[in-house]
């Protein structure tokens, strides 16, 4: 204390010291904080996949990477076009499918064109030169089921061979590409 009884400031080392160590906590509990949203969102909200196989050509290609709305999994029952991953009825691994048919439905393929409750429904994605004299059905699709198929019909292991699938195998609907840009 000086003689006018005003303290001296301490030396900037000191106070600098004694300021990083007060905010050295808060920068590691946001950091954490931010970590965990990270991990909640990739877990419940969205995910980047990578697309595996050609099955989805010419809409998605094998290292296509794509953003999987997962949180759509909870209580929403797909809708025929929809493009998900699913959980491989006989390997349990990741594959994108669109659905073409829903509970209740019934589906098979005439000639290689889908054929849904007695329509025929062209699809734009599908080579059809490809699928000349591909014949499939005709299949009632079970409740709570969806069935499933590539839009490469020839390269595509889907419902034609593992049958409909549980909507509970779903783990999320694919909601845009995201590398590579087109």
């Known amino acids: ?7 001296a400031a301490p030396p900037a080392a000191a106070r600098s010291s004694t300021v990083r160590t007060r905010r050295g906590p808060k920068w590691v509990v946001l ?4 970590v965990v949203l990270l991990v909640a969102v990739r877990v ?3 995910e980047p996949l990578r697309v595996r196989s050609s099955s989805m050509s010419p809409t998605l290609h094998a290292g296509d990477q794509v953003l999987v709305d997962k949180y759509f999994t909870h209580g929403h029952m797909p809708h025929r076009h929809d493009i998900v991953v699913l959980r491989s009825p006989g390997t349990g691994e990741l594959l994108v499918k669109r659905v073409a048919a829903v509970a209740g439905d019934v589906v098979g393929l005439e000639a290689g064109v889908l054929v849904v409750n007695g329509h025929q429904v062209h699809e734009r994605y599908v080579n059809y030169q490809l699928m000349v004299g591909v014949y499939y059905g005709p299949v009632r699709v079970p409740a709570g089921d969806v069935f499933v198929l590539g839009d490469n019909r020839p390269d595509s292991v889907d419902s034609r061979t593992f049958g409909a699938v549980p ?16």
């Open 1 to 7: 204390m000086s003689a006018s009884g005003v303290t």
């Open 31 to 34: 950091a954490a904080v931010v």
């Open 44 to 46: 419940f909200v969205a």
């Open 167 to 182: 909507v509970s195998r779903i783990t999320g609907r694919v909601v845009m590409r995201i590398w590579p840009p087109r």
